[in-house]
T-cell receptor
Framework: DGGITQSPKYLFRKEGQNVTLSCEQN?????MYWYRQDPGQGLRLIYY???????QKGDIAEGYSVSREKKESFPLTVTSAQKNPTAFYLC????????????FGPGTRLTVL | DQQVKQNSPSLSVQEGRISILNCDYT??????FLWYKKYPAEGPTFLIS?????DKNEDGRFTVFLNKSAKHLSLHIVPSQPGDSAVYFC?????????????FGQGTTLQVKP
């Protein structure tokens, strides 16, 4: 089955710890994206990558880091510098074309204790 | 600066009737618009899109209308079904960067009552 997988579904971490969220796609998409959703708000872009070994900051990149070593994978690290990390994190991929439709994974709910 | 706005946080309609969800944008350079549907604790699902060269696009029960002069788009669902109850996000792309980045609205929660 083609699609986007995110793991884990739920993640708990203690304050001050870094944590890495996984995102894998087998859609052969060039572009991958990380969003954050908070209650009552839309999706806000954290980081995106249009090609392997290259990525750009989105609107709320502070306290986050990413890597894109393989086309299929785009892991997101939430660092201890992120002041308000509890949120629902969504990964997406797309063709990076003019009329790019992004397809989303199931999301990871991160809770900082 | 909210470039894409969905001014109605919620909408309730009766099963079988029409649901109309609205979205306004401020950036005249946006040239591609999408609607996504989202259930709680799940990722958004792509519904329908429209490019700026069109003013209407239809897919089954879903129709999206684009009014470029008013910078407004709407999603019509006819007939509405209880399974349509979800949060609907509009999104836009284009502009100076044209990198495929999407700008999302805040979402509208649709409730379809049986």
């Amino acid at each position: 089955d083609g699609g986007i997988t995110q793991s884990p579904k739920y993640l708990f971490r203690k304050e001050g710890q870094n944590v890495t969220l996984s995102c894998e796609q087998n859609l052969n998409h060039d572009a991958m994206y990380w969003y954050r959703q908070d209650p009552g708000q839309g999706l806000r872009l954290i980081y995106y990558s249009q090609i392997v070994n290259d990525f750009q900051k989105g609107d709320i990149a502070e306290g986050y880091s990413v890597s894109r070593e393989k086309k299929e994978s785009f892991p997101l690290t939430v660092t201890s510098a992120q002041k308000n990390p509890t949120a629902f994190y969504l990964c997406a991929s797309g063709t990076s074309g003019f009329t790019d439709t992004q397809y989303f994974g199931p999301g990871t709910r991160l809770t900082v204790l | 600066d909210q470039q894409v706005k969905q001014n109605s946080p919620s909408l309730s309609v009766q099963e079988g009737r029409i649901s109309i969800l609205n979205c306004d944008y401020t950036n005249s350079m946006f040239d591609y618009f999408l609607w996504y549907k989202k259930y709680p604790a799940e990722g958004p699902t792509f519904l329908i899109s429209i490019s700026s060269i069109k003013d209407k696009n239809e897919d089954g029960r879903f129709t999206v209308f684009l009014n470029k002069s008013a910078k407004h788009l709407s999603l019509h669902i006819v007939p509405s079904q209880p399974g349509d109850s979800a949060v609907y996000f509009c999104a836009a792309s284009g502009g100076s960067s044209n990198t495929g980045k999407l700008i999302f609205g805040q979402g509208t929660t649709l409730q379809v009552k049986p």
